[in-house]
T-cell receptor
Framework: GQNIDQPTEMTATEGAIVQINCTYQ??????LFWYQQHAGEAPTFLSY??LDGLEEKGRFSSFLSRSKGYSYLLLKELQMKDSASYLC??????????WGAGTKLIIKP | GAVVSQHPSWVICKSGTSVKIECRSL??????MFWYRQFPKQSLMLMAT?????????EQGVEKDKFLINHASLTLSTLTVTSAHPEDSSFYIC????????????FGPGTRLTVL
């Protein structure tokens, strides 16, 4: 079956750095997305990786290793507004988007 | 660009009534639209995938006769919850996709449905 694993919850301190991991086992791979979702709101796009390596966008970076079925989202200089759920999603060989359960990130002052 | 709207943003209805939710891509044509449901503190659950001009593909366990999906144009899809019951109360989110090869989904703001 297809599976995406990410931690259920993480806690970090304002101003610090946090890395959210995502591992996947899917039938084929056509890209990996990270979305941010605040409580009661719809997801918003953060990043997209289809080739191995690191993609940097401001305070957020996303890394992909296709051979390991692994990605991480790195958030730097954490702010209170970064408290949200972070969803990892993989496009499989049928171009279906397979969603992880999300990681709830709690930022403490 | 790539804005998706949903209407209504919230709705309260009586048990047994039907509710229609609209999803529109405002500034692009969406060949495919998706409908999700999300219960509190749970992840997104894909309900169905709809392609313009064809029947929707429902996920396992989703009753197609209860959740009617119409994708009549490249910018509009509707979800009708028929004979709603309290257990249908949830956050319904639509998304739209332009390009299958890229597969980014642009999400609407969601509709919170409460069935009394």
């Amino acid at each position: 079956g297809q599976n995406i694993d990410q931690p259920t919850e993480m806690t970090a301190t304002e101003g610090a750095i946090v890395q959210i991991n995502c591992t996947y086992q899917t039938s084929g791979f056509n890209g990996l997305f990270w979305y941010q979702q605040h409580a009661g709101e719809a997801p918003t796009f953060l990043s997209y990786n289809v080739l191995d390596g690191l993609e940097e966008k401001g305070r957020f970076s996303s890394f992909l290793s296709r051979s390991k079925g692994y990605s991480y989202l790195l958030l730097k200089e954490l702010q209170m507004k970064d408290s949200a759920s972070y969803l990892c999603a993989v496009t499989d060989s049928n171009y279906q988007l397979i969603w992880g359960a999300g990681t709830k990130l709690i930022i403490k002052p | 660009g790539a804005v998706v709207s949903q209407h209504p943003s919230w709705v309260i209805c009586k048990s047994g009534t039907s509710v229609k939710i609209e999803c529109r891509s405002l500034d692009f044509q969406a060949t495919t639209m998706f409908w999700y449901r999300q219960f509190p503190k749970q992840s997104l659950m894909l309900m169905a995938t709809s392609n313009e001009g064809s029947k929707a593909t429902y996920e396992q366990g989703v009753e197609k006769d209860k959740f009617l999906i119409n994708h009549a144009s490249l910018t509009l899809s509707t979800l009708t919850v028929t004979s709603a019951h309290p257990e249908d109360s949830s956050f319904y989110i639509c998304s739209a996709r332009v390009d299958r090869d890229y597969n980014e989904q642009f999400f609407g703001p969601g509709t919170r449905l409460t069935v009394l």
